[in-house]
């Protein structure tokens, strides 16, 4: 026997697993992690959150099929912020480096799969109409940007840290440091909006939209690590995030409800 | 201790908040930054099907019409068939028809329209013929996770009466307020509806 000789290892721990759509339904979404509809510390919400149950649907052909997009929707300066609204220079601020996957719930990559993300600019201000906050506008900086995941669901972008800003809630709330996230997946069943939060920000456990969030660790999966490895020295920080969309089933059961 | 399932959890939502146009309708926060934009039209010229408006408004619980809100919508084509491989049914695509659209509510009037095209029926996986429908994503701020719900057409109705989603809606008299209503204006055809968030007429919401 050679000592030298490598050891037989299962090929597919090499070897990503390629990626087979499925198109079974999607599991049941577990809405006690998400925030829920009525949360009264985020005024906002009490006007806005209906008061009847949801009517639960199992996954029909109306919720497994979605939007598909392509490079031919987006432009070529779309993920990169401090380039695709510069006037005259680059933006003011922190750069970094935005990167992560997008996969589903039972850890596969979603590919080709529209993410879209927007922010304050590094004073903590909107390029909004209707954002009156003190601190100016950037004009080398528009704050929103797009990208496909590739064949893995991988996504990058580049852009300049965001400022916290106050808000009209309580008398001093102040929203956290964070990116907004758009992701697609496959079916429209999947369709999220979330936020991303950085590492080691002292606003995330005093905000009242994060404490909306009811399970410890679903809040902390919104909070990107700093990631080093991933910045480009004597240029950009980097940090990490990674986007879980509901797993599918890979086979669909034509069920008939009672009834039906 | 039982084996782990090690399934990872889904990320869980965030309000869109009220500047949610800055990336996805970025003309409407009062800018332009890219070559393309997604809107609130889902024809060309080329897509068969009839043309339609949709028109209508999101009203929270005190009334008040939004107007800081975004929906999407997703639709099969006229020949009742989504623009996905996961349908297999026999209608023919339509290579002028994505199916998507998105839209603000005017910052004004709090109206949001979309221009489209009126879906078929869709046969469903079950072999079951469903009402055309057409499928809505509703965010903004205030709404921690998006409100799913689906317009049914009110000139529709044999086919509304056996859809076996509007069946499942419990008290029957709930299921108009997934209806819009049909009208002409100027020789077009508009359906209006309006998405009713809390009160006696709350909108039938999903958990899809």
């Known amino acids: 026997m050679n ?3 490598p050891a037989l290892r299962d090929p ?5 697993e390629p990626f087979t759509p499925r198109d079974g339904g999607f599991f049941q979404r577990d809405r006690a992690i998400h925030p829920p509809a009525y949360a009264p510390g985020y005024k906002s919400s009490v006007l806005r959150s209906p008061r009847q149950p949801l009517l639960s649907l199992e996954s029909s052909v109306s919720e497994i099929t979605g939007p598909a997009f392509g490079h031919n929707d987006l432009g070529p300066l779309d993920n990169d912020l401090i380039r695709n609204y510069a006037k005259d220079g680059d933006p003011v601020g922190e750069r970094i480096i935005v990167h992560g996957r997008v996969l589903d719930e039972t850890g596969r990559g979603v590919p ?3 993410v879209e993300f927007w922010q304050a600019n590094a004073g903590g201000r909107y390029r909004h109409r209707k954002d009156t906050y003190l601190a100016p506008i950037d004009p080398n900086f528009g704050g929103c940007g797009r990208a496909l995941t590739d064949d893995t669901g991988y996504y990058y972008f580049r852009t300049v ?12 709330s102040w929203r956290p440091a964070h990116i907004h996230f758009s992701v697609f997946g496959s079916g429209f069943a999947q369709r999220l909006i979330t936020q991303m939060y950085f590492e080691g920000d002292p606003l995330i456990p005093v905000c009242p939209i994060l404490t909306t969030i009811p399970d410890k660790g679903a809040l902390d999966r919104l909070v990107a690590p700093l990631d080093l490895n991933a910045s480009t020295p004597f240029d950009s920080l980097a940090y990490r995030f990674d986007i879980v969309l509901r797993g599918q089933r890979s086979t669909y059961f034509e069920n008939r409800p009672e009834g039906n | 201790m039982p084996q782990p399932l090690n399934y990872l959890k889904e990320t869980v939502s965030q309000t869109a908040g009220p500047y949610v146009h800055i990336g996805l309708i970025p003309a409407m926060a009062g800018f332009d930054i890219f070559e393309k934009n997604f809107s609130n039209v889902l024809v060309t010229p080329n897509t068969k099907g009839e043309r339609i408006t949709l ?8 009334g008040t019409v939004l107007r800081d809100v975004l929906l999407e919508i997703w639709q099969a084509n006229a020949a009742g068939r989504y623009n996905h491989p996961a349908d297999r049914s026999a209608g023919a695509l339509d290579e002028d028809f994505r199916g998507w659209g998105r839209a603000g509510s005017d910052f004004e009037s709090g109206l949001v329209t979309f221009e489209t095209i009126k879906p078929g029926a869709i046969v469903d996986r079950a072999g079951r013929k469903c009402a055309p429908h057409v499928n809505i994503w509703i965010v903004a701020r205030g709404i921690n996770i998006g409100l799913n719900t689906r317009l049914y057409f009110s000139d529709e109705e044999a086919a509304n009466a056996a859809d076996p989603v509007l069946n499942l809606v419990e008290p029957p008299v709930r299921r108009n307020t997934l209806i819009a209503t049909r009208s002409e204006r100027a020789g077009k055809a508009v359906y209006s509806f309006a998405i009713n968030l809390q009160g006696p007429d709350e909108t039938v919401f999903f958990d899809v």
Do not use: C, H, M
Not at chain 1, 12 to 16: E, I, Q
Not at chain 2, 55 to 62: K, Q
């Open chain 1, 161 to 172: 840290k965001p400022g916290p800003y106050p808000w009209r809630n309580f008398v001093n």
């Open chain 1, 12 to 16: 597919r721990l090499n070897a990503p």
């Open chain 2, 55 to 62: 028109e209508g408004r999101v009203i929270d619980g005190s």
């Open chain 1, 112 to 114: 080709n799969t529209l």
């Open chain 1, 3 to 5: 000592a030298q000789a």
